[in-house]
T-cell receptor
């Protein structure tokens, strides 16, 4: 158990809909990262927050947004969902801005 | 454009033998490399890392080798154990740290008895 929690574990929704994925980092970690893993692909870095502020951005679509709240949990919002958004979404956390990342178990999103 | 490539989707090794997992990268800006292990229904777990100023890093049964001129790294597991059966991802960063990681597609290692 990495100490990083993600909810929900599974999510099934329809095209055009909007969903919110939630992540609670390990106690004491200030950075939260979001990754997307599509079928047969590596994990793609989406975005990093550090202590409530956006720190780094990867290949995140404009339809996707994230935020980190004062209690340090983070949410990833996916809107106008398309079939191709079906993937595993991982959250990770680290103490500082660039330390070892500890991953949650992921949220599996299926868009029908 | 896959900047980090793991060309072997799977590998089977007998218990006690050496497992060698390979990874190639194309971005010459990458200067920090990591290996993660992933069991089913769990997130990836950090295993070992190497900075581009080194060519080898060892941690117990795990050794990572880096060949910068060939843009190639490998993970050696000696001796392999059944509990090592998992998917192994290599990852790379251009920041000298474990941030802004680009992951490969993974190699599934099966250690047989």
């Amino acid at each position: 158990d990495s100490g990083v929690t993600q909810t929900p574990k599974h999510l099934i929704t329809a095209t055009g809909q909007r969903v919110t994925l939630r992540c609670s980092p390990r106690s004491g970690d200030l950075s939260v990262y979001w990754y997307q893993q599509s079928l047969d692909q590596g994990l793609q870095f989406l975005i990093q927050y550090y202590n409530g502020e956006e720190r780094a951005k990867g290949n995140i679509l404009e339809r996707f947004s994230a935020q980190q709240f004062p209690d340090l949990h983070s949410e990833l919002n996916l809107s106008s969902l398309e079939l191709g958004d079906s993937a595993l979404y991982f959250c990770a956390s680290s103490v500082g801005t660039a330390g070892t990342q500890y991953f949650g178990p992921g949220t599996r999103l299926l868009v029908l | 454009d896959q900047q980090v490539k793991q060309n072997s989707p799977s590998l089977s090794v007998q218990e006690g033998r050496i497992s060698i997992l390979n990874c190639d990268y194309t971005n010459s800006m990458f200067d920090y490399f990591l290996w993660y292990k992933k069991y089913p229904a769990e997130g990836p777990t950090f295993l070992i890392s190497i900075s581009s100023i080194k060519d080898k890093n060892e941690d117990g049964r795990f050794t990572v080798f880096l060949n910068k001129s060939a843009k190639h790294l490998s993970l050696h597991i000696v001796p392999s154990q059944p509990g090592d059966s998992a998917v192994y991802f290599c990852a790379a960063s251009p920041t000298g740290t474990a941030s802004k990681l680009t992951f490969g597609t993974g190699t599934r290692l099966q250690v047989t008895l």
